[in-house]
């Protein structure tokens, strides 16, 4: 399984960036996120099918999780961004159809992309 996240780059608040994650099959995918010091927490995740999500609470209403089965290519649309949202954002997949946020959970794990939200 081989994961390959970009779209990362520097946004003022309040703007959007969209970050894209490539993978060579289909899987149960997530989004996850890591600032400097803090433990990675999960962001977004969604099924295989692309018909069940799941979001934080930090990120609801302003994030959205999509994928293109045809292309094996999953998304995170990222709107209305804060400072607080500057991380390292990782993409990961899971072979179990069950949508999980637990970073343990995942088996693989794309290289990360930068997201940094200016103030």
């Known amino acids: 399984v081989q994961l390959q996240a970009s779209g990362g780059g520097l946004v003022q608040a309040g703007g959007s960036l969209r970050v894209s994650c490539a993978a060579s099959?289909?899987?149960?995918m997530g989004w996850f996120r890591q600032a400097p010091g803090n433990e990675r927490q999960f962001v977004a995740g969604i099924s295989r099918s692309g018909a069940l999500t799941s979001y934080v609470d930090s990120v609801k209403g302003r994030f959205t999780i999509s994928r293109d089965n045809a292309k094996n290519t999953m998304y995170l649309q990222m709107n209305s961004l804060k400072p607080e949202d500057t991380a390292v954002y990782y993409c990961?997949?899971?072979?179990?159809?069950?949508?999980?946020?637990?970073?343990?959970?995942?088996?693989?794990w794309g290289q990360g992309t930068l997201v940094t939200v200016s103030s």
């Open positions: 099959g289909s899987y149960t």
């Open positions: 990961a997949a899971r072979i179990s159809e069950t949508l999980l946020t637990t970073p343990s959970r995942y088996e693989y």
